[in-house]
T-cell receptor
Framework: DAKTTQPNSMESNEEEPVHLPCNHS???????IHWYRQLPSQGPEYVIH???SNVNNRMASLAIAEDRKSSTLILHRATLRDAAVYYC???????????????FGQGTTLQVKP | NAGVTQTPKFQVLKTGQSMTLQCAQD?????MYWYRQDPGMGLRLIYY???????DKGEVPNGYNVSRLNKREFSLRLESAAPSQTSVYFC??????????????FGPGTRLLVL
């Protein structure tokens, strides 16, 4: 599985947008970019995923660079409940890689200040 | 619809004791997974089951065994617990196939302390 690099921590003010970056310079053409987050003392939860085009859902937006070597998770208005560890994960959906395994890195710890 | 449930929520063991962590999902998912998370670290895959009747090793399988009892249940067994197995254990499940099916749903975790 290709590797991702994220900052260890970030801070944001409540009700301001947050941009969480992820570098994945070794991404392959069949890797999807997935984001999960883990709230304190809970299991991870799915946030969003994409392949090439930018994606939006009720939780967040995913902006993918044209060369796909980086992406950014955007929380449009951070709330205190968004304080969590955010994981950027690459998933290969082809061949033997499509077993659903997720390879977690250390993620980015987001602090939201009131 | 309870999603993914895990029992127990918390357990203390002495070195050498055995125990089984239980996981069940009610979403009719085919694939199930066991992860462990050590303090300050991301999750690491222990074992997974792509479908009922199959199991495969993940990154850190040593010291563990698993059983896919039926489509709903996937248990993790520690035969002889060691302090290095002190961790939080998460079970997850997902539908099989395609990008739509790649969302994993996680349980609340079991906190295990081995003395």
């Amino acid at each position: 599985d290709a590797k991702t690099t994220q900052p260890n921590s970030m801070e944001s003010n409540e009700e301001e947008p947050v941009h969480l970056p992820c570098n994945h310079s070794t991404i392959s053409g069949t890797d999807y970019i997935h984001w999960y987050r883990q709230l304190p003392s809970q299991g991870p939860e799915y946030v969003i995923h994409g392949l090439t085009s930018n994606v939006n859902n009720r939780m967040a937006s995913l902006a993918i660079a044209e060369d796909r070597k980086s992406s950014t998770l955007i929380l449009h208005r951070a709330t205190l409940r968004d304080a969590a560890v955010y994981y950027c994960i690459l998933r290969d959906r082809t061949g033997s890689g499509n077993t659903g395994k997720l390879i977690f890195g250390q993620g980015t710890t987001l602090q939201v200040k009131p | 619809n309870a999603g993914v449930t895990q029992t127990p929520k918390f357990q203390v063991l002495k070195t050498g004791q055995s125990m089984t962590l239980q996981c069940a999902q009610d979403m009719n998912h085919n694939s199930m997974y066991w992860y462990r998370q050590d303090p300050g670290m991301g999750l690491r895959l222990i074992y997974y089951s792509a479908s009922e009747g199959t199991t495969d090793k993940g990154e850190v399988p040593n010291g563990y065994n698993v059983s896919r009892l039926n489509k709903r249940e996937f248990s993790l067994r520690l035969e002889s617990a060691a302090p290095s197995q002190t961790s939080v254990y998460f079970c997850a499940s997902k539908k099989e196939g395609g990008v739509v099916g790649e969302t994993q749903y996680f349980g609340p975790g079991t906190r295990l302390l081995v003395l």
